[in-house]
């Protein structure tokens, strides 16, 4: 059974950082390609970053550019979401997702972990 499960939000000031980690169960992540969202309240479900199967650079959405980082533990088969310097706007629910190589829609998602940044 897949299952997809991120840990590690949290409550911190402006400035300070945050680990998020995806564990993943039912396959390995070397072979998915998995994704970050988020979505605060109000507001559309953005991309944050994602992490492919092949060899290109992770992308990261704007916002988010030279703060967060992603990366993935092939041995722990898990995939985290280092994120530095936070804002009050990164303020969000987050989610990890998992797609097949090649396929857009993500299949498997988390049940999401709260991110609350106070300025």
């Known amino acids: 059974q897949v299952q997809l499960v991120e840990t590690g939000g949290g409550q911190v000031q402006s400035g300070e950082s945050l680990r998020l980690s995806c564990a993943v169960s039912?396959?390995?992540?070397?072979?998915?390609?998995i994704g970050w969202f988020r979505q605060a309240p109000g507001k559309e479900r953005e991309g944050v970053s994602c992490i492919n199967t092949g060899p290109n650079s992770p992308f990261y959405a704007d916002p988010v550019k030279g703060r967060f980082t992603i990366s993935r533990d092939n041995i722990k088969n898990t995939v985290s979401l280092q994120m530095n310097s936070l804002e009050p706007d990164d303020t969000a629910v987050y989610y990890c997702?998992?797609?097949?190589?090649?396929?857009?829609?993500?299949?498997?998602w988390g049940q999401g972990t709260q991110v609350t940044v106070s300025s």
């Open positions: 997702a998992a797609r097949w190589p090649g396929i857009l829609e993500y299949k498997y």
């Open positions: 039912g396959f390995t992540v070397s072979s998915y390609g």
